[in-house]
Each structure stands twice: as structure tokens, then as C-alpha cells.
T-cell receptor, first 114, second 112 residues
Framework: NAGVTQTPKFQVLKTGQSMTLQCAQDMNHEYMSWYRQDPGMGLRLIHYSVGAGITDQGEVPNGYNVSRSTTEDFPLRLLSAAPSQTSVYFC?????????????FGPGTRLTVL | LAKTTQPISMDSYEGQEVNITCSHNNIATNDYITWYQQFPSQGPRFIIQGYKTKVTNEVASLFIPADRKSSTLSLPRVSLSDTAVYYCLVGDSGAGSYQLTFGKGTKLSVIP
């Protein structure tokens, strides 16, 4: 069991470039989510998915797109990167999306936008 | 909004008991309270979860009063390896749909 994997670990982009952060889990979890973590701000929810084909916005969705074509994968797309998107991004998964379900986090992707 | 509020930081000496309190005034009736630990350059990981009264596992204890508007994570006899950020998590239905939102966390520094 690899758990939750994220690629890449580090990425540097120029303003206006696009990229996709990959997230995959092998635990057959229905619920997956993306958070960004900035100094002093804790973890803020970007988007989440309760199952394949279903996604919804979190606290800070602007500038990000997601899709969920399979149970295993939940990629996060930045269409036109901005310096304000410099952050550490964490993907998480769980059996369900309620407070009783343990969230399993990936190792994170550190993104810098110049 | 079931937002959470925690102290930003705490310092403790090795061997002491540490108590971190989280307030969640608008917690839903059926929501659980979960605490996570995050080391630098890693994703958060589950520590403990509870609904009411007291829960204990091999790592920590969780105290939840009857009104459930707050919870206290207790770490017995901390060591340097307990230096981390601790988050409490409850559900949040304020945006119209149920979401899991973390607070800003409490940075615990254990001093030798």
C-alpha cells in the first residue's frame, strides 16, 4: 500500500504558466481533497470530491480546477499560475468525507510561482 | 460555521504534560472532533478522535466537555520529537455543503 502519493515534490513556475499537480491513492477511498498551506494560515480547502465524477469547491477554489475521472486519481490544475499561488499543496483521501473518517495525507508539493 | 480556534503557539519543557485547547462553538450535533499532527515537510497525520467525554490511546488523550464547544488534546510527558503543529478538525456546513476545514493549528515547541 503506497497510500497517498503526490507528484511532483517541488515545482517552480513562471507567472502565467499552467501545470497539473498529481494525486493518487490506492486505498479505494471515495473522498479526496486538496489543501494549500501557507505560513500562519493553516490548511485551507481548495476543492474536494466525494466520488468519481463529483467535485465541489472549498474555501479557496479560485485559480484552480479539478476533475475526478477515476476513484484513484484527483489532479489539481493551475490554468494560469500567479505568485499568490506559491504554497505547499497537500492531497488527502478518506473512506468518506465526514468528521468520523480519518484523512490520509500525501507528502505535499512545494510550488513556487515567480 | 463550525470554525475552530486554537492558540497559535505553545512552548513546553521535555517531560511535561501539554494541553492544547480548541474551541468549536458551532459544532454540529453529529460531528466528531479529530486531532492531527504535522511535522515539518510532511502531511498531517491522525492522532486521536472523539465525540464526548474522554478518549485515550497510546499517543494522547482527548477531553470533550458535555457542551462539546471545545476539546483539549493532552500529550503526556512530551519529548523533543513531539515538536510539531497540531490541528483540530470538525465539519463545517457554513458554505451550504458539508466540508472538512482545518484551523490554523498550534505550533508546539518542546524545549530540552
Amino acid at each position: 500500500n503506497a497510500g497517498v502519493t503526490q507528484t511532483p515534490k517541488f515545482q517552480v513556475l513562471k507567472t502565467g504558466q499552467s501545470m497539473t499537480l498529481q494525486c493518487a491513492q490506492d486505498m479505494n477511498h471515495e473522498y479526496m481533497s486538496w489543501y494549500r498551506q501557507d505560513p500562519g494560515m493553516g490548511l485551507r480547502l481548495i476543492h474536494y470530491s466525494v466520488g468519481a465524477g463529483i467535485t465541489d469547491q472549498g474555501e479557496v477554489p479560485n485559480g484552480y480546477n479539478v476533475s475526478r475521472s477515476t476513484t484513484e486519481d484527483f489532479p489539481l490544475r493551475l490554468l494560469s499560475a500567479a505568485p499568490s499561488q506559491t504554497s505547499v499543496y497537500f492531497c488527502a483521501s478518506s473512506y468518506g468525507g465526514t468528521s468520523t473518517d480519518t484523512q490520509y495525507f500525501g507528502p505535499g508539493t512545494r510550488l513556487t510561482v515567480l | 460555521l463550525a470554525k475552530t480556534t486554537q492558540p497559535i503557539s505553545m512552548d513546553s519543557y521535555e517531560g511535561q504534560e501539554v494541553n492544547i485547547t480548541c474551541s468549536h462553538n458551532n459544532i454540529a450535533t453529529n460531528d466528531y472532533i479529530t486531532w492531527y499532527q504535522q511535522f515539518p515537510s510532511q502531511g498531517p497525520r491522525f492522532i486521536i478522535q472523539g465525540y464526548k467525554t474522554k478518549v485515550t490511546n497510546e499517543v494522547a488523550s482527548l477531553f470533550i466537555p458535555a457542551d462539546r464547544k471545545s476539546s483539549t488534546l493532552s500529550l503526556p510527558r512530551v519529548s523533543l520529537s513531539d515538536t510539531a503543529v497540531y490541528y483540530c478538525l470538525v465539519g463545517d456546513s457554513g458554505a451550504g455543503s458539508y466540508q472538512l476545514t482545518f484551523g490554523k493549528g498550534t505550533k508546539l515547541s518542546v524545549i530540552p
